[in-house]
């Protein structure tokens, strides 16, 4: 059984590559390290929405749980870089 992509799945894909190459770039050239932080958050919000997507097309709900304990552990890890560059930890 093959899977067979449509247009609008061409266009999600599209949207979710110029996201995450957007994220990579503010990640790479933010002057701050709070843009660095930012950039990594949506890098993750970016790739779980990959996740769920791929989820989607694969018709496999794996990808969905994955997803999930993705974004956990990327909200965690975040919250845990702005608390250290606070200077609360």
């Known amino acids: 059984m093959g899977i067979t992509i449509h247009l609008i799945d061409y266009i999600v894909l599209g949207i979710i590559s110029v996201a995450l190459l957007l994220d ?3 990640f ?3 002057p ?3 843009d660095r932080v930012m950039a990594t958050d949506t ?3 970016s790739t779980t929405a ?3 997507f791929l989820g989607y097309l694969f018709d496999r709900y ?3 749980d ?3 304990i993705y974004a956990v552990l990327g909200f965690i ?3 845990v870089i702005a608390r250290y560059l606070e200077g609360g930890v």
């Open 66 to 68: 994955i997803a999930l």
């Open 50 to 52: 990959l996740l769920v």
């Open 43 to 45: 890098m993750t919000v």
């Open 77 to 79: 890890g975040v919250i």
């Open 32 to 34: 701050l390290a709070s």
């Open 28 to 30: 790479t050239r933010g």
């Open 62 to 64: 794996i990808y969905l």
């Open 24 to 26: 990579f770039y503010r």
